[in-house]
C-alpha cells in the first residue's frame, strides 16, 4: 500500500515540476495500478487555471488536440469561475490510489457494512465472511445489471412506441419504413399479419414478451444470434459442470441478478462471472437488437447523411435547440416541429444539434449536426447560447443546470422522461400519444426563451464536415454498387487478400482522464495506418468526427494503400468524391449492427466470429452501459479492448478470468490498457494472429 502512495508522490512530484505531461501521468500511474487520481492533482500544475485544466496530449512531442473548440471553451468555463468535467476526479482517499472502490472492494450490501477490503483497510473479508473475489464479481454483475438495463428500458419505450403505432392509440407517428417491419416480422418467427398494423403489434408484443419471460430464449436472440455463437452459449462448461448461459426474459435475469448478488445469496465467484456473460446477452438481445431496429422501422433505416459535427454547431444568431439523450422517440419529433417553425421564415430562425446519442441517432436519421459528446455538454451550456438542452435518458449529467444556475444563464434545462428528472430543471412531461403538442411547446419555449440571452461564447474553429449513416443496409447497398452478384463475398474477398486486414469495432464513452477523444483518435489513426477498417458508435463518431475522421477526403490522410483503395472503389460506385475514412454505425444502442456485419462476413467466410480478424474496443469507456456492451462483445467471441480496468483488480482471480480463462468459455477475453498506441500495437498484433489462424497473409 505504501509503496502506490509513495509512486504517486513521486509521480505528482514530477508533474508538479513540469516533467511531465498530465497524459503520461495518467499512463504511468495506470500502469503502477493507481486507477484513480484526483483532479486537484492532475490539474494543480498545469496552465491556464489554478486548480484546473485539459492542456492537449502529445503525440511524438506534437501537440495533439483533436479539438481545439473544446479546449477553448474549457478555458472560457474556467475565466467564468466554473469547473467542467475534467476538473473533479474521484473524491475518495482510497480510490484516488487505487485501492477500495477503485478496486471493487468496497461493499454496500448489507448493513453490516459497508466493507471496504483490501489495501485500503488490510481486511481480507467482509463481515460476512465475503472475500475480495466474491465482493469483486459481485459489484462487476450488479454494473453490467445497469448497463443491461439501460438498453433494455430503451427498448421497451421503442416497443411500447411500436405497440401504440399498431394497435392505433398513438397517431402521431408512423411506420417509415414497411420492408424493414416486415423483415422484422418474419426474423421474429411471426407469421399471418397482412398490414403494418397488425405487423407492428406483433413485433412489439413479442419484443415486450422478451422482456418479461419467465422460460424460454429471446426472441431477439434466437433471430439475430448466429446459430455457432447459440451453441458456445449454451455449452458453457464450468469445472463443475455445463453451465449455459443463454437468457431467458430481461426481467426475470435482471431480477435474478440483483438476487444473486444480494448479501448471503452467489458466493463463488466464477459462478457469478458466468451471470455477467448471461447479462451481456439479454443487453446484446433485449436491448440493443430490439432498440435499434423498432427505431429503424418507425423512423426509417439511416443512409448516408452529410453534416457538421463540433461544438461551433451551436449558432450566434439562431435560437438553439440541443436535443441530448438517447432515445429518439422525442427529439424525432422536435427536429420536425423546428423543420416546421423554419419553413413560415421566422425572423430568427431555429437550431437543431444534438448530443450524446440522441445527436448519433437523429444526425444518422436526418442529417442534424451533432454538437458534441457526453464530455462536452457543460461546454455546450456555458456558450450562452442556448436556449434549450432538452434531454430524454441516459448521460445527461445533472452539472448541466448547475452550470446554469451558476452562470444565470437563461438556458433551459428541459427534463422529459418520467425515468429522469433535474432538480431545478423545468420538466415537460413526454407521452408518445402527445408527442406532436410536446414538441412543438419546447420549440415555443426555446423561441420565447431567445429574448433572455446575455452573453455569448461560441468557440472558433469551425465545425468539421461528417458523413455518417453506415446502417448494414447502406452498407450492402454501397457494396452491392460495386458487386451487385455478392456483396458481401467482395468484402470477404479484399479481407482474405489483406487489402482490409480487419474490422475494428471502436465504441463507447469519452472519458475526462485524458485530453478530449484523446484515445479515440489516436488508435483509430493507428489502425486506419494499417489498413484495419475502423467502424464505430457512440461518443466514438464525436470525437472521430470533430477530429476529421467522418470527413469524405479523396486523400484518405493516415489510411493504408489496401483499405484507401477498397474505400475508393466503393466511393466510385456510388458515385461519391471519396468515403469516410472511419464508418460512423450509430448510436450505443446501434452496435448491434456491427454484430449484423460480422455475422455476414462471417457466413460468407464460413468461420466463426472468434476466428474472424476482427476486434472490439472502448478506449475511453466510463458508463454502466459500456461494460455490459462490453460484455456482449467478449460473449460474441470478440478479443475487447477496454481503456482502464473496470473496477476489477482487488480480485487477481478476477481480473486472470476477464482477461485470460473467459476466453475459454465463450471464445472472446477482455484486454486493458489505457495508452491507445500500446492498444493499437496489440489489437494489430491480435489481427494478424487471427488473420495466421485463417491461412490468410499478414503480408501487404
Ligand atoms: O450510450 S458512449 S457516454 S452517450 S454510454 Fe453515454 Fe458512453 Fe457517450 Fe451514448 Ni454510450
Redesign the pocket.
Known amino acids: 500500500m505504501d509503496e502506490k502512495k509513495i509512486v504517486l508522490d513521486s509521480l505528482t512530484e514530477m508533474l508538479n515540476t513540469g516533467g511531465i505531461d498530465r497524459r503520461r501521468f495518467l499512463k504511468m500511474a495506470g500502469a503502477a495500478g493507481i486507477t484513480a487520481v484526483s483532479a486537484n492533482t492532475v490539474f494543480a500544475a498545469t496552465t491556464t487555471c489554478s486548480t484546473c485544466s485539459n492542456p492537449p496530449a502529445t503525440a511524438g512531442g506534437a501537440p495533439f488536440a483533436i479539438d481545439p473548440n473544446t479546449q477553448e471553451l474549457i478555458d472560457y468555463a474556467h475565466k467564468l469561475g466554473i469547473d467542467v468535467i475534467w476538473d473533479r476526479g474521484s473524491p475518495c482517499w482510497a480510490s484516488q490510489q487505487g485501492w477500495g472502490g477503485a478496486a471493487g472492494l468496497c461493499c454496500f450490501r448489507c448493513q453490516m457494512g459497508p466493507c471496504t477490503l483490501g489495501d485500503a483497510t488490510g481486511a481480507n473479508y467482509g463481515t460476512c465472511g465475503a472475500s475480495k473475489d466474491i465482493v469483486v464479481a459481485r459489484e462487476l454483475v450488479r454494473r453490467i445489471a445497469g448497463g443491461t438495463a439501460s438498453h433494455v428500458e430503451h427498448a421497451r419505450a421503442a416497443a411500447r412506441t411500436l405497440k401504440g403505432v399498431g394497435d392505433g392509440t398513438i397517431t402521431d407517428y408512423t411506420i417509415r419504413d414497411s420492408a424493414k417491419l416486415g423483415d422484422i416480422y418474419t426474423g421474429l418467427g411471426l407469421s399471418g399479419a397482412v398490414t403494418d398494423a397488425d405487423k407492428a403489434t406483433a413485433v412489439a408484443e413479442t419484443t415486450l414478451d422478451d422482456l418479461c419471460k419467465d422460460a424460454g430464449t429471446p426472441a431477439w436472440l434466437e433471430y439475430k444470434a448466429n446459430a455457432e455463437r447459440k451453441a458456445a452459449w449454451a455449452a458453457v462448461t464450468l469445472p463443475d459442470g455445463p453451465m449455459s448461459i443463454l437468457p431467458t426474459g430481461a426481467g426475470t435475469e435482471l431480477s435474478e441478478a440483483l438476487h444473486r448478488t444480494t448479501m448471503g445469496v452467489d458466493g463463488d465467484m466464477v459462478h457469478l462471472a458466468t451471470d455477467g456473460l448471461k447479462l451481456g446477452l439479454v443487453d446484446g438481445y433485449c436491448g440493443l437488437h430490439a432498440a435499434t431496429n423498432i427505431q429503424d422501422a418507425l423512423f426509417g433505416i439511416p443512409m448516408l447523411k452529410f453534416a457538421q459535427a463540433g461544438l461551433s454547431v451551436i449558432k450566434q444568431d439562431e435560437i438553439n435547440i440541443i436535443v441530448n439523450g438517447?432515445e429518439p422517440i422525442l427529439s424525432e419529433k422536435i427536429v420536425e416541429a423546428v423543420n416546421v417553425y423554419n419553413a413560415t421564415s421566422p425572423p430568427t430562425r431555429v437550431n437543431v444539434v444534438g448530443m450524446?446519442?440522441t445527436g448519433?441517432e437523429t444526425l444518422m436519421r436526418q442529417g442534424v449536426n451533432p454538437a458534441g459528446?457526453?464530455v462536452q455538454q457543460e461546454l455546450a451550456i456555458a456558450t450562452g447560447a442556448v436556449e434549450a438542452m432538452v434531454v430524454d435518458v441516459?448521460?445527461i449529467i445533472p452539472n448541466v443546470q448547475r452550470v446554469v444556475e451558476a452562470l444565470g444563464l437563461h438556458t433551459k434545462i428541459v427534463t422529459t422522461n418520467s425515468h429522469a428528472k433535474i432538480t431545478g430543471a423545468t420538466h415537460m412531461q413526454f407521452e408518445p400519444e402527445k408527442a406532436d403538442a410536446v414538441a412543438d411547446d419546447i420549440v415555443s419555449m426555446a423561441v420565447n426563451n431567445y429574448s433572455g440571452r446575455g452573453s455569448v461564447h461560441i468557440p472558433a474553429a469551425p465545425p468539421q464536415d461528417v458523413v455518417a449513416g453506415f446502417s448494414v443496409e447502406q452498407i450492402l447497398g454501397a457494396l452491392s454498387a460495386v458487386y451487385p452478384l455478392d456483396p458481401v463475398g467482395w468484402l470477404v474477398k479484399h479481407i482474405a487478400n489483406n487489402s482490409i486486414r480487419g474490422i475494428v469495432g471502436i465504441?463507447?464513452?469519452?472519458t475526462p482522464r485524458d485530453a478530449f477523444g484523446y484515445r479515440h483518435v489516436a488508435l483509430s489513426r493507428r489502425l486506419l495506418a494499417e489498413n484495419i477498417l475502423v467502424v464505430g458508435t457512440?461518443?466514438?463518431a464525436h470525437a472521430a468526427g470533430q477530429y476529421g475522421l467522418l470527413k469524405a477526403d479523396p486523400i484518405y490522410p493516415g489510411v493504408g494503400d489496401g483499405l484507401k483503395g477498397v474505400l475508393q472503389t466503393v466511393a466510385d460506385a456510388v458515385g461519391l468524391p471519396a468515403l469516410p475514412s472511419c464508418w460512423h454505425m450509430g448510436?450505443?444502442?446501434d452496435n448491434s449492427r456491427i454484430e449484423d456485419v460480422l455475422n455476414a462476413v462471417a457466413g460468407k467466410a464460413r468461420v466463426s466470429i472468434p476466428q474472424l480478424p476482427v476486434a472490439a474496443s472502448a478506449p475511453e469507456?466510463?458508463?454502466e452501459?459500456?461494460v455490459s456492451i462490453g460484455t456482449w462483445a467478449v460473449d460474441l467471441g470478440l478479443f475487447t479492448h477496454i481503456g482502464g480496468q473496470p473496477f476489477v483488480t482487488g480480485s487477481p482471480n478476477m481480473v486472470d478470468l476477464l482477461t485470460n480463462g473467459v476466453e475459454g468459455l465463450v471464445g472472446g477475453k477482455f484486454y486493458v490498457e489505457t495508452d491507445p498506441e500500446l492498444a493499437a500495437d496489440t489489437i494489430i498484433a491480435k489481427v494478424n494472429e487471427k488473420r495466421l489462424g485463417l491461412g490468410w497473409s499478414i503480408l501487404p
Not at 465504441?507 to 469519452?510: K, L, S, T, Y
Open positions: 438517447h450524446c446519442c448519433n459528446a457526453m441516459q448521460c465504441v463507447g464513452c469519452a457512440g461518443c466514438w448510436s450505443c444502442v469507456f466510463i458508463a452501459k459500456a
